[in-house]
């Protein structure tokens, strides 16, 4: 046993010397109550993301769009170490590469809140079929993590032809309750946890109208109708209530653990302030009612998605501090979508509101620059003048907020990470693409170094292998 | 403003449209012609009786023809939709208002969208008002691989949608086609030899010809149906993704050289393009399908018609399996893309004028109806936008629609809820007394 114990001491100091140990659900014991947030792990599945190296590089002679509404006009950004260390119009750094921006942009990486990438991966197949857990209308114990093959290809693409750096995995909107969302930066690992966003706040799922009527009523079973929605909401909301009520009295007073429950774990954390509510949602009418649902049980939605109609209530959404994530123009492919107008987001914008872009698609996510530029053109048409710093806002700063990790990326401001994409023109024009993307101030994409194209594991001696996509 | 088969007809387009064919001139135009030349400046093109009758610089104005002076914008036939099922979708998820999938009828080669079209579906409104003028409608029929006849349609705001009924027959092949035909390639292609058998015995003895209804491969209206396809009177646009499928196509086109075929979709063509380009086969691809979506299109890239146009393979954009119900409009977009590739080493665009080309003339031509539609040649319908910038760049705006020289509306539900929310909040009634 001396012996045993011995080596395994050995082996992990070897691991030590090496590199750093890798970080695994076991690495940390399970918390112990009492005492605030004690009762129990809230992070059993760990980031184990590791930025990549990257050299000291300065990007001179660009237009910047910084993503929180500024710009500069042949500018420059250091960036170092993985972060940004200055932006501005003269940057003098000894030593970094420098890069000339001349005729390009330089932006913050793209941030898409909504993306089903290796829970619904190519191909798609129904053994690939991760993404939606449809066996009951409340099912938030499941973790969208625990779907997410990350050799999926698409991660590949929404990096190289559309600068994503960040990208939120949901479960599908078939449930009421869907489970939880996870944030991944976009670099390929071995596992889900490589690629985990460091400290990112979990989202909870939710979903309103048509999907899950549709496919429990078809059960024969509640809820059948957009009443019985609200009632299996409430009806969750008033069982997690007393759920969290007899955690906090736990982990205040002490005495007999109540029994965990892996579904309320997950609300609860909702009503603790700890994880943010990402809610399907596309009618105004159902959107109102669910934000005077979240007020009725404490908690609050944090983006409303696919809300096609949030133009219809772009005063009541501010008012609730609530934002709007929206496509540029999808429309009729159901009764819900059927309103939808190319000026959402500038109706948004224009009344002081929180929008931003999704994609939900995995070829959408390539394009997310151009979604943005149709939808500021139709607002522009429309007589709301946007600017494209304004714009950029969609992509960058507007869903790292929604995500709760504006504090980290979103924008090109010193300390942040260095997710920065440098485009070849100017990004709302159809002929512009991305020409190298940085994540954490590595360079993971060089449109001109063909090995800086990742390729996954799946599609590695197969047709097409390493090919521009 | 189609050929009017009907008195009835008749009336009712001159009772929705009363405005008919103008003849019209329009000057001062960055004209684009659509046949892959670059586009003149100075240009002017002359529509008379509902054709294009001259185009180009130098072109002389008729007198008595109405004058538009495009003030130097771009001018351009419209979009030639090369595969879409406008018209026939009000709503994808709502199965009354669509009319693409007949999954439950017996029939299956002899089902016609055309009767199914309605030209006051909101799709044809929005698509028409970014300049899409034309499109190519297909039915989606589940049951078998012949999906059915599809049309020709315009976008034009009249109760005659149809310009050409019957114009070809849509067969799926590869992955869909091998399910419904039984559960592999295999089945697939003996179902569709079988059919070609069967319509052609049908076409020597129509009268002998047993129908045996459901319980027939063929009844004897999806026969009838066949007889201009096996002999060559109408394409038989094949949808097919894999390079191996591809050249199976190819070689039932060898056996039976009679038959006209058109590939569509056609992902992994770019590997295979030279056999393509042998055969002298027309291809209506998918722009921007980059991800290995299936195991038949492993290798997808968007280089893939810009691969195959260089191989000499007649080609254009269409929108298969692909918000092809109301987005028919993405088309420019999808061009523009191509565009952009050629600015990325080791990708394969078009050059601007081939892309659009690739969205006017060039679908039209892979349906064997160039000298009709999409380009501005002398002789074409009068399909034709003014834009106020590149047709191509995002978020350019159709300015003036002209579909067989009659100018049409432009507004539609969208520009309406937008006028009614520009300022959301509810004033001293309700939005519903807003209009």
Redesign the interface.
Known sequence: MAGGALSLVTSLAACTAGGEKPKTASAEPAAKGPGKGKGYNHDPFPSTYKAYPGVPTLVTNVTILDGEGGRIDGGSVLFRDGKIVSVGKDIAAEGATVIDGQGKYLTPGVIDIHSHLGDYP????QANSDGNEITNPVTAEVWAEHSVWPQD??FA?ALT?GGVTTLQILPGSANLFGGRSVVLKNVYARTPQGMKFPGAPYGLKMACG?NPKRVYGGKGRSPFTRMGNIAVDRQTWAKAVEYDRRWDKYEEKGGEAPTRDIQMDTLRGVLDGEILVQNHCYRADEMALVMDMAKEFGYRVTAFHHAVEA?????LLKANSTCAAVWA?W?????EA??????NLA?LEK?GACAMIHSDD??GI??LN?EV??A???G????FPISEETAWKWLAINPARALGIDQQTGSLKPGKMADVVLW?GNP??????PQMVWVDGALLYD??N?KLRPVSD??LG???EG??? | MKKLLLGAAAAAIAFATPVLAQDVAITNAKLVIGDGTAPVEGGTVVIRNGRVVAAGSGVAVPSGVRVIDAQGKWVSPGIFAGFSRLGIV?????DETNDANSGSSPFNAALDVSPAVNPRS??IA?NRAEGVTRAVVAPDNSSSIFRGQGAIIDLGADMSAVSQPRAFQFLEYGESGAGEAGGSRSAAIATLRNALFEARDYSRNPGRYIDRGKEAFLTRADADALVPVITGRVPLLVHVER?SDILVILDLKREMPSLRIVLVGVT?GW?VAREIAAANVPVIATA????????ES??????NIGRMKAAGVLVGIGMIND?D???ARLVK?YA??L???N?????SGLNWNDAFAAISSKPAEAMGLGGDYGSLRPGRRGDVVIWDGDP??????ALTVIIDGVEQPLSN??TR??DR??D??EKALP?AYER
């Open positions: 190519s191909p798609g197949v290809p698409g693409r032809n048509e133009y219809k209530i772009a005063d123009d429309y009729g492919f159901k009764m059927y309103d939808a107008i190319g000026e109706i009344e995995a070829n390539q394009r151009q530029a149709k500021r053109q139709s522009i048409r429309a007589g070849n709302f024009s159809v002929y512009t693409r449109a001109n063909p799946f599609e197969q047709p097409g090919d521009v996509k | 009000e709503v994808d998820a709502v909101t799709p929005l390079a992994e590997t921007l399908a980059d991800l290995p979506s299936s195991f492993l290798a997808a890239t968007q280089s918000e119900a109301r987005q977009q523009g893309n565009v952009a590739l600015r990325i080493p080791g990708a191509l760049e995002l978020g350019t705006a539900r969208q809820l937008r929310y520009w959301p909040k939005k």
